[in-house]
Every structure is written in structure tokens, then in C-alpha cells.
């Protein structure tokens, strides 16, 4: 007889499936306030318990508590929500158009507007995001135009990528925003690379990193966290831990690591934890990690812990794979509605006054929308031609390419 | 002008770039102080400091990724994967954003990046440092591929892919490094000072991406073939005495199809060889191109002669190999249809 049994595989489960009560009981949430600041310089060793807690700035009566407070003003903090809520009618209303036929797939941010409206405030013009496609607030928190972005996601004759890319997928240089690949992680390893860049050449900006929960199992994170490591990189590497990738809960690609951010740990980058449902307390986290990149002191890794509380894209219905009612009882809130409730007791927001901003902000959405639609949707009115299928695949059209545009008819 | 091996010739066009443009950095795996295990960086280091001259850690998709990342920023990478053998983890980054990021995003970013990787057979290498990938490049949208015969042209092209504004994929045949190796393995190595194309220029200069070069003309068979098989089937037009007409394709992709044709419809035959596997090889591309436009001009079926569909083996290293023999047959082969 052998002292050892046959061995069995384990196969981690989310806690609840469709049907049962939602249970976040797992989610160990520390009070508001609770975790301290270390000064940027800290050595990476001192605070390795960072990476197991929660930084949160708003406590559940709406007060901005603790050490990561008191960093922005009323102004930026009613811009803050301005911002928010525009992506969040910005959805709406693109998710709506994609129900309608006007573009084939949209991806909305329900629930996770802070994470990229409050990140974009830390950095400076020139600094560079190698975004997911689940941080369009990027975009609109540094006023790009949404009539530019609607008509990239309708695909119009206006689409500033000519039809080439799919909805949602968008590029700004000057918006330091960089082209959306729609493949994962592999945007994470560009993003070492572009701040190695800035270091070479001696320059002042830094850059952005954006991965989600899921494709943090993609090697492509393992070889950026390697080479930001080697080389100290002024970049900040962020995991939007929204719990689900698709229909995979986030304990498929943790495994038996405590946090998403303890993966920093063993390259000896700082690596904290943030509410990323808090608006306050995400630019605090941002602001000190890019504050670390400035001074050279190489990157921070920062996982935003929220919940995606739509679908992970038009072309899936999360009530096959969670409760329905699981949203709900996400113990983090809902971004918006935290930063309302803070402002409102700051004396500067009221109930009528975000009433009015709603109905505002969606008419502000309309319109552009309408201008957008003006210039064609996917199936409606002006579209790219088909010449633009065969340029800019190459600076200059080699012959082939050529042949084939002629083949083609153009 | 200097003589030079192949891996002086790259070398120095690393070099006349670096000093010419700021931008240009090199990196790669045992790169930087080192100067690379094949020593086409040797001294670059100690030259240009090691911020634009560096070791990486092994992580193909982790050197390519963040070379597409500087490119982003306005650099001009040029870095090192050790073995085409190990381009592997990094195909996704070359595939699906090098080759991808001036389309997607109509131009608002580029990837004006180098990938030099050392590739073929003939060092006993065994299966993972002897294989020829160029068809896992031709076949991507995006890519430039390129593979030199000879010193000269290698410093010329790389040059040439360094200056590019899209990314290339230049591959170097290994067993050319040191000398025009002819396929007879057994006869002493020949170096590159005693071979014209091993006289090199000191400074600056470029050959065009996408021409093709005659290296031999002739009359009665177009030999159609890069890389090392190009030293190979000159040697098989020398022994078998066949008037054959060789093209050094130099350029995969972009391709100099006018070249192609010129000779293939003054000659009527045609043989393609590399030293790749076949199925699904580059030469199968060729030979549709030749049909597609030579078809009323051919006189025989076309033949390929490549390696075969196997990993290339190890001990049986030169039966594997398409050497001057096999490469002779074939002309004969081409002039009896």
C-alpha cells in the first residue's frame, strides 16, 4: 500500500452560479481610510501588505477619509463626475445603437467608470495609455471628442480608422491613447517598452499599462512585469480586476495567489490595491504611481478591484453564468452614485442638481450622436470605400497590393 | 571598402545607423556586453553606451513587445531573437500588432521596428537552431521579409529595413555568416575575403527592399532562390553545366515578381529551392506566381527543391540538407520535361 492516494485535479468554482444568492463574502473589505500612505520612495519590501488590502478614500456615508484624501477640489471633483457620467450615457446610448443595427458589437463600462476617469487626471499631456478596451474614459475625461469616437464605432465615413478596426477600438496619439489591439496583454509589454523609450531618451513623460483580471494569466504580463523590473521603467501597470473575463470569475486566472496584485510582489514592484470604484481613491493611488515614475524610481503595479456589472460585450448575457442579482450586491458600490453622495455632502451637488446634469449630459450625447449618424452607421449612409482596404497596410502600397486593389475594381 | 564576413557586414550596418541616427537602439538576448552569440553586435556597447545597446531578458515577446512599444514612442528598434528557432513567443506580437498597428489605426502609430534573427541550417543545429520561418512572415499582412545571400547586400539591406517606416523581418543565414558556403560540406569553408560580394563598404549605403538580384545569367533554366541556396545553386549550374539563369530573390515581401518573370519567360523551365520545408513553403508561392504568369512560356512542370516536410534532424544533418546534388537533379530534372 502506497502513502500516497491518486491524485485528483482541482478545478477552482465561483462561490454562486445562476440561481443562487449572490455572495461576496470572499471579498475581505477593509474600512475606508484604514491603509496608510508610504512616502514614493518607499522600498518595495516595506509595503508588500499593499497588495493585500484595499486603499479606499470614501466611507460608506460619502466622507473622503484617511491619508490617500484631500487630494482634489470641489471643481475637479464635479468635473470628476461630470466625466463618469457621460461615459456612463455614452454607453447607453452606444449600446442602444448596436441593438438598432448602427454598429455590429459595443463594450460598456457600467460600474468601472472611476477606473479610467480618474486614472487620466493623474497623468500629464504626452504620457501615453496602452489601454484594454474597457477604458474609454481615458478619452473622455481628457475631452476627446465623442462624435470622432462614435464614428469609429458606426464605422462611418468618418471612422478616423477607415473602417479597418472594430467598434470601440480606438487610437489617439494626441490623446495618448494607443491604438487597441482587441488582442490581450500584449498592449501590457508595449507599454514597458514605450516608457524604456522615454527613459532612453532622457524625456519627462511616462506611460500606462492596461490589462484586465483574465489575460493577467497571458505571458505577455509575466514579460512585462520582467522587463519593467530589469529596466525600472517609468510606466504604471494596471489590472482592472472586474471579477468576471467573459464568463471566467477571476479565480480561473488567480489560482492559488492571494491578489492579482501580489504578482508584483516577486519582481519587487510596489503593488497596491484600490477600490476601483472610488473615484478619490483611485487618483490617489494614480497619482502616486506616477509620481514614482517621474522621480525615476521605476514602476508600480495597481489593481483596481470592481465589478463588471454589464456584459463583457454585446455578444454575451452574464445571467447564464452569474445571478442576476449579483451587481447588486457588489459591496463596493456604484461609482457614480459614491461620488454623488460625496459631493452632495460636501455641500457642492444636490439630488437636482445631478437630475439636471443627467438629462444634460444625455442630451449632449444625443446630439453628438446625431452629428456622428450624419456621417453614416454601419449599414446607413456613408461608409469607408473599399480603396481603404488596401492602404496603410504598408507606408508605401507594395505591388501586390496593388495588383490585388485592381483586381478589386479600385 | 573593407572585406567582411556576413557578421561584420550586419555589424557595421548596425553601426553606420546608430552613429547616424540617435534614435536607432539595439537589443536583445546576450546582446550588449557580450555582443551576441553569433557576435553581430560585438563592440556596439562599448560604442554607443548601454542604453541604446543592451541585454535583454529571454523573452522573445517580451524584446519584440517593447520594441514595438518604442517604436510607438519614436525610436527605431533593432533587436536580436538569438534563433529564427526562437521567434516563437513572439509571433503573436509580430503578427497581430507589428504588423498590424499603422492599419488599425489609419496610420496614428507605427512600427517602424527591425526583427534580425539568424535562420537555416548547416551547423548542426539539430530542430531548434537550424529552421527557415520566412513563410510564416510572407504570409502575414504587414510584414517585410528579407534574407541576404551575402555581406554585401546584408549590410545594404539592413540598413535599408533599419531606415524602413514598417517593420521587417530580416533573416540571416547562419551557415553565410563566415563564408559562401556552396552546400559541399566536406570541402574547407571558403571565407568572405575571397568572394567579391564579402567587399563592403566602411559608410552608408542601401540597396532596395523588394529587387531582386541575377547572380548568374543563363539561358536554358531560371533557378529561383535565396539565402544560402543561392550559393548551392550556383555551384549545381557549375557541375551539372546547365545554362542556368539564378535569382537571388533577396526580398521575400515585398517580392520583385518582374524579375521573375523576365527570366522565367526567356528561359521557359524553372526550379525553386529553399532550404524551408515545403508544404506550404515560400517556393510554393513562387511557383503560383510563375504559373499565374508564365504559363503560356513554360516548357516543363516547374520543380521545387526544398527540405523535406520533417524537423530538421540532427545527425542526418547533410541528407536533409538540399545540397549541390539535389539541387543538380532538378535542373536536369527541369530541362527533360
Known sequence: MDEFSRLSLHIPEPAVRPGDQPDFSNVKIPKAGSVPRPEVDVEPEAIRDLAYSI????????????????????DELLTGLRHMMLLRAFDARMLMAQRQGKTSFY???????????????????GDMNFPTYRQAGLLIADDYPMVEMMNQIFSNESDPCHGRQLPVMYTSKEHGFFTISGNLATQYVQAVGWAMASAIKNDTRIAAGWIGDGSTAESDFHSALVFASTYKAPVILNIVNNQWAISTFQGIARGGSGTFAARGLGFGIPALRVDGNDYLAVYAVARWAAERARRNLGPTLIEYVTYRVGAHSTSDDPSAYRPKTESEAWPLGDPVLRLKKHLILRGVWSEERHAQAEAEIMDEVIQAQKEAERHGTLHAGGRPSVRDIFEGVYAEMPPHIRRQRQKAGY | MARMTMIE????????????DEDVVVFGEDVGYFGGVFRCTQGLQAKYGKTRCFDAPISESGIVGTAIGMAAYGLKPCVEIQFADYMYPAYDQLTQEAARIRYRSNGDFTCPIVVRMPTGGGIFGGQTHSQSPEALFTHVCGLKVIVPSNPYDAKGLLISAIEDPDPVMFLEPKRLYNGPFDGHH???????????????????????????????QGSAVTVITYGTMVHVALTAAEETGIDAEVIDLRSLLPLDLETIVQSVTKTGRCVVVHEATLTSGFGAEVVSLVQEHCFYHLEAPIVRVTGWDTPYPHAQEWDYFPGPARVGRALMEAMEG
Request: hydrophobic share 40%; glycine share 8%.
Open chain 2, 186 to 216: 566536406e570541402r574547407p569553408v571558403i571565407p568572405w575575403s575571397k568572394h567579391e560580394l564579402g567587399d563592403v563598404p566602411d559608410g552608408h549605403y542601401t540597396i532596395p527592399i523588394g529587387k531582386a538580384e541575377i547572380r548568374r
Open chain 1, 55 to 74: 486603499i479606499r478614500v470614501l466611507n460608506r456615508e460619502g466622507e473622503a477619509v484617511g491619508p490617500w484624501a484631500g487630494l482634489l477640489s470641489d
Open chain 2, 9 to 20: 557586414a550586419v555589424r557595421s550596418a548596425m553601426d553606420v545607423s546608430m552613429a547616424r
Open chain 1, 107 to 125: 463594450m460598456q463600462h457600467l460600474g468601472e467608470e472611476a477606473v479610467s476617469c480618474a486614472f487620466r487626471k493623474a497623468l500629464r499631456k
